[in-house]
């Protein structure tokens, strides 16, 4: 069973930065892609980041330069640079293995000044 649990919750300014955390139980398979999405009111879920087990990674356009995503071990991070009030939403964590999707809880990220 793979639980998924993100950490970092925040308030920041504009042009602030963050940093979310996910931690998988389990094993990691080379199968396994991890991401992150978020969900902003009224809106649908997006897609943010993600990073395959060989380390290649992928970005949304509307945080392309501004976000990174990394993992370590069973832990994947997001550290978020030069926040726009636009990118406040509910951030998830997410894992593919496969057919397989698995979420986290979600995570609240508030840009505001």
């Known amino acids: 069973q793979v639980q998924l649990v993100e950490s970092g919750v925040g308030l920041v300014q504009p042009g602030g930065s963050l940093r979310l955390s996910c931690t998988a139980s389990g094993a990691f398979f080379s199968i396994d892609t991890m991401g992150w999405y978020r969900q902003a009111p009224g809106k649908q879920r997006e897609f943010v980041a993600r990073?395959?087990?060989?380390?290649t990674t992928y970005y949304a356009d509307s945080v392309k330069g501004r976000f990174t995503v990394s993992n370590e071990e069973s832990t994947m991070y997001l550290q978020m640079h030069s926040l726009k009030p636009e990118d406040t939403a509910v951030y998830y964590c997410?894992?593919?293995?496969?057919?397989?999707?698995?979420w986290g809880q979600g995570t609240q990220v508030t840009v505001s000044s």
């Open positions: 997410h894992k593919s293995r496969g057919p397989s999707d698995y």
């Open positions: 990073i395959t087990s060989r380390g």
